[in-house]
């Protein structure tokens, strides 16, 4: 079990298959850390995926596992994405959802970034 009660790594997870190069994406960004790339069903004008380029299952699982320089690395490209995206001015939302109450559908760590419009309520109530 990871941190947050899900699976361990899953290498076969979609997330992994992209960093391989083994199925496209809309790539937004790549560094030593991080890969970024466009959401394959976006829901505001601009909603950018980023994913730290090691095998984390989620936001806890990164944070418990990962060394300082990767988790670094990887917040450090979030912004650089935020900013290459031109959301600065305008503002934007980071979300990283970890395990089934989030809805976490895919088992690797990744940060979704939002823009482009008023972001409205942060989650829906209830
Ligand atoms: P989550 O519910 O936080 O795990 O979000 C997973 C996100 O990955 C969803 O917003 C999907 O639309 C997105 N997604 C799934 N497969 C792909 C893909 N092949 N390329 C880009 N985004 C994807």
Redesign the pocket.
Known sequence: MSVTGLPPYDPAN?FAR?LRGE?P?RKVHEDEWALA?H???PLTPTHV?VIPKGEWVSAADFHAGAGTEAIAGFWRAVGAVAKAQGLEEGGYRLLA?MGPDA????PHF?V?LFGGRRLGAMVPRG
């Open positions: 979609v992209i199925i994406c790339f959401d394959i069903n995926l959802n809805g976490q559908e895919v990744h979704h």
